[in-house]
T-cell receptor, first 112, second 115 residues
Framework: GENVEQHPSTLSVQEGDSAVIKCTYS??????FPWYKQELGKGPQLIID?????GEKKDQRIAVTLNKTAKHFSLHITETQPEDSAVYFC???????????FGKGTHLIIQP | DAGITQSPRHKVTETGTPVTLRCHQT?????MYWYRQDPGHGLRLIHY???????DKGEVSDGYSVSRSKTEDFLLTLESATSSQTSVYFC??????????????FGDGTRLSIL
């Protein structure tokens, strides 16, 4: 089936620095790429998404880039804050009614 | 937050017993999904529904069945629970199909332990 690779599995950054999480996918039919943040004991929360006709999207401190040719997309968080500490998941969807395929997650740790 | 309620939030049961998890939504969304989350595997799709009485299998559907008799409720049943089904189960909803017309929103999960 469709595979999504996510790196790194753990990322520790100093408060105020930037964090980058990268994902790759294999299915050329993928056309929607949402990112989720999950805090302990909670369900995943959508933080930003991008569609295949767009190369970059930004929302305040969060940005996502997409390279369809290389089949990879990345999440960028600038000026990190303690509340950014969580597990982040990349995901993708194709042209059908079925669900998302997720990466295995990145545990982001913001060091004070 | 999207109006999604999962019940129960926690359950402990024994191998071989039947278990039913419920997902209730107040958004009147057409699409509903069940995922399981396990360490080292992320979230994986079990079953999904694209309308009342319309369901289909996901990546890890063996041992699970689902039913959707009305728009707001999507039930996940483990007919005879096994220890390998110990996991955290998440329900998600979407107003549009998975290719991105509308995003998916998740409930807070059910933690299921099978002893």
């Amino acid at each position: 089936g469709e595979n999504v690779e996510q790196h790194p599995s753990t990322l520790s950054v100093q408060e105020g620095d930037s964090a980058v999480i990268k994902c790759t996918y294999s299915d050329s039919a993928s056309n929607y790429f949402p990112w989720y943040k999950q805090e302990l004991g909670k369900g995943p929360q959508l933080i930003i998404d991008i569609r295949s006709n767009v190369g970059e999207k930004k929302d305040q401190r969060i940005a996502v880039t997409l390279n369809k040719t290389a089949k990879h997309f990345s999440l960028h968080i600038t000026e990190t804050q303690p509340e950014d500490s969580a597990v982040y998941f990349c995901s993708r969807a194709g042209g059908g009614a079925d669900g998302l395929t997720f990466g295995k997650g990145t545990h982001l740790i913001i060091q004070p | 937050d999207a109006g999604i309620t999962q019940s129960p939030r926690h359950k402990v049961t024994e191998t071989g017993t039947p278990v039913t998890l419920r997902c209730h939504q107040t958004e009147n969304h057409r699409y509903m999904y069940w995922y399981r989350q396990d360490p080292g595997h992320g979230l994986r799709l079990i079953h999904y529904s694209y309308g009342v009485k319309d369901t289909d299998k996901g990546e890890v559907s063996d041992g699970y069945s689902v039913s959707r008799s009305k728009t707001e409720d999507f039930l996940l049943t483990l007919e005879s629970a096994t220890s390998s089904q110990t996991s955290v189960y998440f329900c998600a909803i979407s107003a549009g199909p998975g290719f991105g017309n509308q995003p998916q929103h998740f409930g807070d999960g059910t933690r299921l332990s099978i002893l």
